[in-house]
């Protein structure tokens, strides 16, 4: 999916952020084609959303752009389906060398579409945009699950919602080294924080370092 989706100016566009990269440079995108911009937040409860909601919260207002409303936070308690996940004990966390299969939520785009459907469905928001990236092996992270949803969502809720994914063939460092210009530093992914600071030996610290360092490098 591509700039092509929306050529046009469109009314309000529903970004799912989360105080990273990925979905800060969405909001970016967003408010360059879209008249008003809703970053969304679906709080599942798990360790790092304190320090995720803060630094999406400081990049939005860093960002000073008047389209870009305030950030909604949506309320999506888990743990009674992932009560020994190490997103909720913090033990086992994926270390730096762990595959990006390591940090798997079992159907977390699932859960996080449908709350947001639900949301904007009922204040008239036709599209919602994710920040998911070419290297997202999940199978709730393809093209053909988000058409899918798209459908199910716009039948279930008579109302039509497109879920869209800019960014699904981009990498985390060319994402990074085309939106330069933005205040990337105040945005935040760690599993295992010390409040609002990384740990920097967690599976996202590192893939944050390597795609910032090759950014950088070229």
Not at 25 to 50: N, T
Not at 56 to 62: G, H, T, V
Not at 99 to 128: H, Q
Request: charged share 25%; proline share 6%; net charge positive.
């Amino acid at each position: 999916m591509g700039n092509r989706q929306m050529r046009k100016k469109h009314g309000t566009v529903a970004v799912l952020a989360s105080g990273g990269v990925d979905s800060a440079c969405l909001i970016d995108w967003a408010a360059a084609r879209a008249r008003a911009v809703q970053p969304i937040y679906v709080s599942f409860g798990l360790r790092w959303e304190r320090a995720e909601k803060n630094a999406m919260r400081r990049f939005i207002r860093a960002m000073r752009q008047p389209n870009v409303r305030p950030a909604v936070v949506l309320q999506l308690p888990v743990r009674d389906l992932y009560e020994s996940h190490w997103g909720f004990t913090g033990r086992g966390i994926p270390g730096r060398r762990s595959r990006d299969a390591a940090v798997y939520i079992p159907g977390r785009n699932l859960l996080l579409l449908s709350k947001a459907s639900v949301y904007c469905a009922a204040r008239g928001i036709e599209t919602i945009a994710i920040g998911t990236l070419s290297a997202n092996p999940f199978r709730d992270a393809t093209p053909d699950f988000f058409s899918t949803f798209s459908r199910l969502a716009s039948k279930a809720l008579d109302r039509p919602i497109r879920v869209i994914a800019p960014f699904r063939r981009w990498t985390k460092y060319r994402l990074i080294r085309a939106h330069a210009h933005l205040p990337l530093d105040i945005c935040f992914s760690c599993l295992h924080p010390a409040g609002d600071k990384p740990c920097g030996r967690c599976n996202k610290c590192e893939e944050w370092m390597k795609a910032s360092k090759k950014s950088s490098n070229q």
